[in-house]
């Protein structure tokens, strides 16, 4: 919870208390001017409400009191990056699980150099909800509250890199944790499944209309265009952008991308004709990554 969204709570059971000492002092003036006008039948009455209004302003100062201790709560087990201390043992760690997790099948070792150093960095910070993410790249207007998208050529270890912070983000139970899905892997669910349900909303088997989308990266959009049953990727992916919204509006839930297109690219596959596809990338952080394959 940030400072200024604590403030905004304070000052929120704040005024509640401050309504409870007016409204409290207001009865008694109004009963002080009524009293002796009332049958002794009006004064139960009135005070069965006035005890029920006192009792629904307690309530209401409960419960905004138990979310604020939540928020709290949630808070204090989030891990505080900006002590460099703190953030060189996340470091470490996302390289551990590199190394010893995602690559060591592979027997390599993951490189950091002039082209990912910084947006590790971003990265490391982003994925702990750490403000000092929108001061690596200054210039660039990246938000916490952005999805992520991944851009460069073929190799530069844009998957990689996803794969290495869902791992990373799972061992240290971190609620901004992501499944780490390809395209190839949704159009296959839609071939079974006739839908992408498990990969937007995540209504099926819930009663009523209860939804639970989870946070997800999907990988390598807009480099097939294969049809399966009469229906392309290109609008598989489409449907998916355009879910993935309304869930990160409504849900706060996050579906990061990585891509081999450039901006112009995306404009050119991804235009509805409407505008607005291209208009939901305004609410991601575009990151490119640079450099020769890493293959």
Not at 171 to 183: A, E, Q
Not at 229 to 242: A, R
């Amino acid at each position: 919870m940030t400072v200024a969204l604590e403030a905004k709570m304070f000052n929120l059971i704040t005024e509640t208390m401050e309504e409870q000492v007016k409204y409290k002092a207001r009865l008694t003036t109004e009963s002080v001017e009524t009293v002796n006008q009332m049958s002794d039948e009006q004064k139960r009455q009135q005070q069965k409400k006035d005890a029920l209004a006192r009792m629904n302003i307690n309530t209401l100062y409960q419960c905004i009191e138990q979310t604020l201790r939540k928020m709290r709560r949630k808070q204090e087990k989030a891990q505080d990056l900006s002590n460099e201390e703190v953030f060189n043992a996340h470091a470490n760690t996302l390289i551990w699980v590199a190394n010893n997790i995602v690559l060591a099948h592979q027997r390599r070792k993951f490189v950091v150099d002039e082209h990912n150093k910084k947006v590790l960095r971003f990265l490391l910070y982003y994925f702990n909800g750490c403000p000092l993410a929108e001061e690596v790249f200054p210039s660039r207007g990246y938000k916490l509250h952005k999805h992520i998208m991944l851009q460069g050529a073929v190799g530069t270890g844009k998957t990689l890199l996803m794969q290495v912070f869902s791992q990373y983000l799972s061992i240290t139970d971190n609620p901004r944790f992501f499944h780490n899905l390809s395209v190839t892997q949704m159009v296959n669910y839609y071939t079974l499944h006739n839908n992408l349900d498990r990969y937007t909303f995540n209504e099926e088997g819930n009663k009523g209309f209860k939804c639970e989308p989870v946070n997800i990266c999907l990988n390598d959009i807009g480099v097939q265009s294969t049809k399966f049953y009469g229906i392309d990727t290109d609008t598989l992916t489409n449907e998916f952008l355009h879910a993935r919204n309304e869930i990160w509006t409504q849900y706060h839930k996050m579906a990061h991308l990585t891509t081999n297109l450039t901006n112009e690219q995306l404009k050119q596959k991804y235009k509805d004709g409407f505008g607005r596809l291209l208009d939901r990338f305004k609410t991601y952080n575009i990151i490119p990554l640079t450099g020769e394959s890493r293959r």
